[in-house]
């Protein structure tokens, strides 16, 4: 199962949106989640309408309909593994370990929220921020990520797109 995902696109906004490069992968995937701060509930029907279903948590900003529709965190079931996923992780220090205690059951987590694009695991628990595709802040490139999920195996991969 291949799995996209993605964060903190912030659109509508401008003549901003989601890059070629992105879009090409998320109509590839089997899933699609999406790690919060879509912003507008239109973001949300225009990746429901790519074609692979869509996961999705509210993040920090966005319309109340986002908020009262999407919830603050969820975990998916792909192929055996339990990937949670959840918009604000918190502090960098000691991140690792605090989302280790609050999914105990969950193999992997995908957070956004920083922008900052980040995989980090230890005694087979994964945490990943696809970074942005959209809104790269003081990221020198905008990313997504990709998740190949086989017999419970998580694979996280990051995707530069410019």
């Known amino acids: 199962m291949v799995i996209a995902v993605i964060a903190d696109t912030h659109l509508p906004r401008g003549a901003r949106r989601i890059p070629n490069a992105c879009l090409e992968r998320l109509v590839d995937a089997d899933l699609i989640l999406h790690a919060g701060d879509l912003t507008a509930q239109s973001v949300l029907e225009e990746l429901e309408r790519i074609g692979p279903p869509v996961v999705a948590v509210h993040g920090n900003v966005g319309a109340e309909e986002l908020r009262r529709r999407l919830p603050e965190q969820t975990v998916v079931t ?16 000691g991140r690792l370990d605090r989302l280790r205690l609050r999914f105990p059951d969950a193999d992997a987590l995908v957070f956004g929220h920083s922008h900052v694009p980040l995989h980090d695991q230890r005694d087979g628990f994964q945490i990943f921020n696809p970074g942005s595709p959209t809104d790269r802040r003081r990221q020198p490139r905008h ?20």
Do not use: N, S, Y
């Open 143 to 162: 990313t997504m990520g990709v998740v190949r999920v086989e017999d419970g195996r998580v694979a996280f991969q990051h995707v530069v797109l410019d």
């Open 78 to 93: 792909a192929e055996g593994a339990r990937i949670a996923m959840i918009h604000d992780a918190g502090p960098a220090k």
